[in-house]
């Protein structure tokens, strides 16, 4: 049995989505206490902050173009693409030691004999569920 799947189908991650409401809510806390406690004005701030981050991570992503290639089989096959550059890594399932993965933000990483650690990374619930299962059958 095998499984693929590519990262990211989305341009935010949960991680990085979660990370900007946090700093949006910072800098509209401080511009609310700075500004006399006007709500528009410190709202306005946060809403630029927010909208100057999306522009400009749409257009990183635009320019770099990442993109990751899982395959887990027999081995678990790694392609990074991120605009030219391509990095493969091919590791043989029975040398993983270790692996941990978090539910909520989708992402995790595995271990190796060797020592190595391989980062991964899911769009949906449905492809953690396949991996925790191929990954638990390895023994």
Do not use: C
Request: aromatic share 14%; no cysteine.
């Amino acid at each position: 049995m095998s499984f693929s799947w590519v990262y990211p189908r989305a341009i935010f991650s949960r991680m990085e989505i979660a990370f900007l409401l946090f700093l949006g809510f910072i800098i509209f806390l401080l511009s609310w206490l700075e500004f006399g406690r006007q709500f528009t004005l410190a709202l306005a701030l946060a809403s630029l902050f927010m909208g100057i981050y999306v522009f400009a991570a749409q257009r990183v992503h635009a320019i770099l173009k990442p993109k990751h290639t899982y395959h887990l089989g027999k081995v678990l096959h790694i392609t990074r693409e991120q605009g030219k550059r391509v990095h493969e890594e091919v590791t043989p399932v029975r040398e993983i030691v270790h692996h941990k993965i978090d539910r909520f933000f989708r992402g995790g990483y595995i271990l190796t004999a060797k020592g190595r650690k391989h980062q991964l990374f899911f769009n949906h619930p449905r492809e953690i569920d396949r991996v925790e299962e191929l990954l638990g059958k390895r023994k």
